[in-house]
């Protein structure tokens, strides 16, 4: 499966667009305001809030249950939160801040889609050593929730999680290069015996430890079984070892990754406008992060 075209190309979804979007090309000032009140939301006492790890998982989620077979219907349309979906199992965890972006977009008279996307972008550059990941704006909303299936489950083999990300349109280096949001995460809904351990010996900060330690876990460091079976792919493991002692890399590799599936179901970047210099700069503060695994299925 090749990657995904370049974002300017992929599929279009028609009468597409946000009530914030505007149309001159720039991005409308009420983004700006927006993003004054998810850093409020998302940093409390200099670190990253729970609600900061929750939105990352709410854009991985909504735009995540999609493949190329969808062409222009699905991926990051709002139905997380407009449908049922977000009472699915899979999704466990993530009503309260799917209930926050719904109530914020409805203030600020923009798209819910566009909201869970721009609140994602915010919450990976919020955390420390995070990357900025170009945002685009300009999203239908939609109530029909996604087809199930379409999230990875933490059990699954690995064979079966690279060909669901394959049918994503991502490669081997895009699945690696996502997994390494796990560097943020405490463990609290897979597993009742390690809840609150981390998936890496620095859950506080945006790095890359969490590759070398999938495979050699220090004490109190949890692993998801996925996780694991990824990293000793032949294929997707390759790109695993890869990021091991290069954060450059990997920040590249992920921030264009999301940037990507931000665009699933969209017109590319076509009747989009640019908002990415409305999230807040990179910091290299260091900040903690809690939360459940990025995707996660626990039937």
């Not at 700006?32 to 409390?44: D, H, P, R, Y």
């Not at 670190?47 to 219907?73: E, K, S």
């Not at 997380?80 to 979906?85: I, K, Y």
């Amino acid at each position: 499966m090749p990657d995904l075209p370049d974002i300017s190309s992929i599929f279009a979804r028609k009468d597409g667009g946000s009530s914030g979007s505007g149309s001159s090309g720039s991005c409308p000032a009420v983004w700006n305001q927006i993003s004054g009140e998810l850093t409020a939301k998302f940093l409390s006492n200099g670190q990253c809030t729970p609600a900061a790890r929750a939105a990352i998982r709410a854009v991985f989620h909504d735009c995540g249950a999609w493949n190329t077979a969808q062409g222009a219907q699905g991926g990051c349309d709002g139905s997380l939160v407009l449908s049922d979906e977000v009472n699915r199992a899979e999704n466990n965890g993530l009503q309260e801040i799917g209930a926050y972006l719904k109530g914020l977009a409805k203030s600020y008279k923009v798209g819910v889609a566009d909201m869970i996307v721009f609140a994602g972008s915010h919450a990976v550059v919020t955390c420390p050593g995070g990357p900025r990941v170009k945002t685009y704006i300009g999203r239908k909303d939609s109530s029909t929730g996604a087809p199930n299936g379409l999230l990875p489950d933490v059990r699954a083999p690995a064979e079966d999680l690279y060909k669901l990300f394959q049918d994503k349109g991502f490669s081997a280096v895009d699945l690696a290069a996502l997994l390494g949001a796990h560097s943020t995460s405490n463990q609290f809904h897979f597993d009742d015996s390690t809840s609150g351990a981390p998936q890496d010996s620095t859950p506080g900060v945006w790095d890359v430890k969490y590759y070398s330690e999938t495979t050699a876990p220090p004490k109190g460091v949890v692993v998801l079984p996925s996780d694991a079976k990824l990293a000793a792919h032949p294929t997707v493991g390759k790109e695993f070892k890869g990021f091991v002692g290069n954060a450059g890399k990997w920040n590249g590799k992920f921030a264009d990754a999301l940037a990507r599936m931000e665009l699933f179901g969209s017109a590319g970047t076509s009747g989009m406008v640019d908002c990415t210099n409305a999230l807040p700069s990179t910091t290299n503060a260091k900040r903690e992060m809690r939360g459940m695994p990025m995707f996660a299925n626990r039937h």
